[in-house]
């Protein structure tokens, strides 16, 4: 394929003009790729996507792991097409958002109501706020162990991107670490009655240690605390039903989306009925919350896709299918590092279906400059991703191919660490963390 993307190149200079990061994700930014190889995309089939130079890769963690069916996928498209016609918006509920709602609930039964927006980063505000409201009480406790929960300033005010937001709000949101129950029950002893909620992913690049989920959902019992699951990546990746499902442990509340809508924009919080109900209108004598108000947030063929990924789940087993794809690509990757003497620099690593990959430098430390070489290796082979995490889309042949090309990255890395150096290899400037200062 080579390396070079005029168009690409003329299309990011267009995009940061207009565009504030040149995208609407800051994961998705062109820093987050090497220097001249951070490719356009012109549109998507399957697990494929073509750049608009018309170089076709196979693509890794489609829509930041929104699209796990993959691009353009027929059932959710028929579902979309039959619902556009209809029309998408009106002054009153349309009888689609029963008919998502109670399909939404069949496939989550540890929940009794949901609500859906547009976006996690609502979600999960609404249910911190909703948890403040029911307790309450002031702080957020959230696991420091998870990369990401919302946009909204009780989280990003604790990261390294916190200007603008007043210290004030970011001492409200205090930490802890993930599979500690003793680090938890300390943090909830030291802020006894002042803690409204702690938030999660039940499961990341590791799984809970025995009990851990259980132990957690204990103490917030008995602290008087609401335990959120974020299910954002976990919902239609540990199974259908959420890593709540999977794990047998029922949260409070627990917000779904990502691949809920296969790319569509949808997204959920879900949860008990005492909870919910006062955001609702039938929460008796209680300060009403104002939990979710959005004017796109029911859009009509956003709620077809979401219903149409889970009949999709439900007929067909794309969590296997999830599975036996990483489990054939974290073994193949594993198996050429090992051949060409990298296996402690190149590292694969979590669940089979939410894979990502490691780049280790002399000293086994995480490496930003030797994660430009393998990214530029893995696009110029024609494999686009910033992960391993696949789709149900891709195929034997993909992941085959994708294993060959990271092996002609694993030479070109062997080369690095034998010269102790990766800079010759990088072409340009490293790749940057999304968290980060300054730009």
Not at 81 to 102: C, T
């Amino acid at each position: 394929m080579g390396t070079n993307l005029p168009a690409s190149t003329t299309a990011n200079e267009r995009l940061h003009r207009v565009i504030p990061g040149g995208a609407h994700t800051y994961a998705k930014g062109s820093d987050q790729y090497p220097e001249g190889m951070a490719p356009v995309i012109s549109h998507g089939l399957g697990g494929h996507v073509w750049d608009v130079d018309g170089n076709e890769y196979v693509e890794y963690g489609a829509g930041l792991r929104a699209v796990s069916l993959g691009h353009a996928h027929p059932r959710v498209l028929e579902a979309v097409r039959a619902e556009l016609g209809k029309g998408s918006n009106f002054i009153r509920p349309s009888i689609i958002e029963a008919d998502a709602a109670e399909r939404f609930l069949e496939n989550v039964p540890t929940a009794d109501m949901v609500k859906f927006t547009k976006n996690g980063s609502d979600a999960t505000t609404a249910a911190v706020r909703l948890a403040r409201a029911a307790t309450g009480r002031r702080l957020v406790a959230r696991c420091a162990d998870h990369a990401f929960f919302s946009t909204d300033d009780w989280f990003i005010g604790t990261t390294p991107m916190d200007a603008g937001i007043p210290a004030e709000t970011t001492e409200l949101t205090v930490s802890f670490p993930y599979g500690d129950l003793q680090a938890a029950e300390e943090l909830l002893q030291r802020h006894e009655g002042e803690i409204a909620c702690m938030i999660l992913e039940a499961a990341a690049a590791v799984e809970p240690p025995p009990g851990y989920l259980q132990g957690l959902r204990e103490l917030a019992t008995r602290h008087g605390v609401v335990l959120v699951f974020d299910e954002m990546i976990t919902g239609f990746r540990w199974s259908a039903h959420g890593a709540q499902g999977l794990y047998g442990v029922t949260p409070d509340l627990s917000t779904f989306g990502k691949a809920l809508g296969n790319g569509f924009a949808v997204s959920a919080l879900a949860g008990k009925r005492e909870l919910m109900e006062l955001g609702g209108l039938r929460g008796g004598d209680r300060e009403r919350v104002f939990l979710l108000s959005t004017t796109h947030g029911a859009e009509t063929h956003s709620l077809a896709a979401a219903m149409a990924v889970m009949d999709v789940y439900r007929d067909e087993d794309v969590i296997g299918r999830l599975h036996t794809l990483g489990d054939r690509l974290a073994a193949g990757v594993r198996e050429v590092a090992a051949g060409i003497g990298v296996e402690d620099h190149v590292v694969v690593r979590g669940r089979a279906s939410n894979l990502v990959f490691g780049t280790l430098d002399e000293q086994g430390k995480p490496s930003q400059p030797y994660r430009t070489l393998f990214l530029r290796e893995l696009i110029g082979g024609g494999v686009l991703g910033p992960s391993f995490v696949v789709s149900a889309a891709l195929t034997e042949a993909d992941i085959d191919k994708t294993i060959d090309v990271v092996a002609q990255a694993c030479t070109v890395y062997r080369k690095a660490l034998d010269a102790n150096d990766p800079t010759p290899w990088m072409g340009g400037r490293p790749v940057r963390p999304v968290f980060r200062k300054y730009a």
